[in-house]
């Protein structure tokens, strides 16, 4: 389902709000979580949300994807903006975040490890945003839809786009990723697109079915809803 709202702030509390239920009401609950500037306003709703909270005491995060040779620490990396964004305001422990690791000497092993745990401990929310390619996580256009983790060639868009997180030029050339098949088998999805500066690949989302972007494959699912500001939606049609 498409829920349009008035602008970013609202898109934020509302999926704050189903973090929060979903965390309270889920015995296991494992959330896979993008990092990047679209979520941020969300975590901290979220983190505002559970001042008072014990439940976070049982979340577990699972890695969407990261950089491959960006150390976790690293300004810029995935893993230290969710770190900054929620993982050290939650006040979470080392066990409950597990994380692709960028710089593991065996990529195809640390596939196998992340796709062993979320087999073991299914994904019960998943919060993804949308690449100005249409990427979800890593998948990048023209990637294989796959049901397991993999290493994917960056796009040059993403290569460009990712620059912002870094504190000087920083050569990127893969990814490590969850397969899209991954993020659908979630128990529910949000897909969060603000912005106008999103407006355009919107249009190719929702308008150009004939894209085949990574995007797409979440539509027409009952537990997948996309939310969007009315800055991202402006040339969908009414």
Known sequence: MLKIFENEEAVAIEIAKEMQEQLRNQPNPVFCLASGSTPQKSYFQFVKNMENS?????????????????????????YQMLNEDLFSPLKLDESQIV???GTA???????????????????????????MNGHIG?????????????????SETTKEVAQKYFDEPTTLSDGITLGLDQI???????????????????KQIFHHPDTHLPAQELLGYDHIDFYLDM????????
Request: charged share 30%; hydrophobic share 35%; aromatic share 8%.
């Open 54 to 78: 014990s439940d976070r005491k049982k979340l577990k995060v699972v890695s969407l994807d990261e950089w491959i040779g960006i150390d976790r620490n690293s300004t810029g990396s995935c």
């Open 99 to 101: 994380f692709f690791n």
């Open 105 to 131: 000497e065996d990529m195809k092993r640390e596939c196998e490890r992340m796709d062993g745990f979320i087999r073991n401990n299914p994904i019960t929310f998943s919060l993804m945003g949308v690449g």
């Open 138 to 154: 890593l998948n990048e256009p023209g990637s294989p839809v796959l049901d397991y983790s993999s290493v994917i060639p960056l």
């Open 184 to 202: 659908k088998n979630s128990s529910r999805v949000v897909v969060a697109i603000t912005g106008e500066r999103k407006a355009e690949i919107v």
């Open 231 to 238: 800055a991202a939606a402006r040339y969908l049609n009414k």
